[in-house]
């Protein structure tokens, strides 16, 4: 099965959004009282369009709020953030809001994983009776270089990494498609274009095929993922396209 990628979707770069998102919300917050679009331009150095398309996504994840006057003024969701006690429980509740969302918008089971002391760990996710999750038949721990999850992840880390983990997980055949010779996964890892989502084509299980976009804020290592039923894997072009250019939301609370 052979997948083209549309060269402007799949260069999209969460990772700007992210850094661009927070220079607003630094403006933001910096002000207190309110601030324009006009001053929020200058002050970000962001074009017009660019600012504008940045506000909506904002006020749609309830970081900001416009008052009557037009300015924009800190939201909900920063506020439950950025309150010392609950932080946690705002963000987990946040996440998977986003996440429900999300599965919406691109039809498919999507998930957060996390690289958390050498291990591979789905630390959220999202399904439903029309998207239903992937069955997880072989421990996600132990085969990460079958899973698009799990090659997004290592993909992250550098050879000395992808190296240690290969060294305590053996690379055992999982399906006809399953990768098992190392040699072979560490070049393909190297080759992968860190804005173009990795791919699983029924790698991991058969009847099933899955897309990841890395997601790393700060030093953490993580991944957006989505998985559709193989009957569907006509949709997993567009699906892997909105997945990665849905990723600044849900990066963006993993940053803050």
């Known amino acids: 099965m052979a997948l083209k990628h549309d060269?402007?979707?799949?260069?999209?770069?969460?990772h700007q959004s992210v850094q661009h998102a927070l220079r607003v919300l630094e403006a933001v917050a910096r002000r207190g009282v309110g601030i324009t679009d006009t001053e929020l331009a200058r002050v970000t150095?962001?074009?017009?369009?660019?600012?504008?398309?940045?506000?909506?996504?904002?006020r749609r994840e309830g970081y900001v709020q416009q008052a009557a006057d037009g300015a924009y003024l800190?939201?909900?969701?920063?506020?439950?953030l950025g309150a010392a006690d609950g932080h946690e429980s705002a963000l987990t509740?946040?996440?998977?809001?986003?996440?429900?969302?999300?599965?919406?918008?691109?039809?498919?089971a999507v998930y957060i994983s996390r690289y958390i002391d050498g291990?591979?760990?789905?630390?959220?996710?999202?399904?439903g009776p029309e998207t239903p999750p992937v069955n997880e038949?072989?421990?996600?721990?132990?085969?990460?270089?079958?899973?698009?999850?799990?090659k997004s992840l290592l993909g992250q880390l550098d050879v000395n990494g992808r190296r240690d983990h290969l060294s305590r997980?053996?690379?055992?055949?999982?399906t006809?498609?399953?990768?098992?010779?190392?040699?072979?996964?560490?070049?393909?890892?190297?080759?992968?274009?860190?804005?173009?989502?990795?791919?699983?084509?029924?790698?991991y299980a058969v009847g099933t095929v899955c897309a990841a976009v890395p997601i790393t804020a700060g030093s953490s290592v993580g991944c957006l993922a989505l998985s559709l039923p193989v009957e569907h894997a006509h949709r997993l072009h567009h699906a892997a396209d909105r997945l990665n250019q849905s990723a600044a939301p849900v990066l963006l609370s993993l940053a803050i």
């Open 119 to 127: 291990e591979v760990r789905i630390t959220q996710y999202a399904s």
């Open 74 to 80: 800190a939201g909900a969701t920063l506020d439950r």
């Open 176 to 203: 006809s498609r399953t990768i098992t010779n190392e040699k072979v996964l560490l070049s393909k890892l190297a080759a992968q274009p860190a804005t173009v989502p990795v791919l699983d084509l029924q790698e």
């Open 137 to 150: 038949w072989v421990d996600f721990r132990v085969s990460a270089h079958a899973s698009a999850v799990g």
């Open 7 to 14: 060269k402007d979707a799949s260069s999209y770069k969460p």
């Open 93 to 108: 509740a946040k996440l998977q809001l986003t996440l429900d969302e999300l599965r919406d918008t691109v039809g498919a």
């Open 169 to 174: 997980h053996k690379m055992a055949r999982l």
């Open 45 to 58: 150095g962001l074009p017009v369009d660019q600012l504008t398309h940045m506000l909506r996504m904002l």
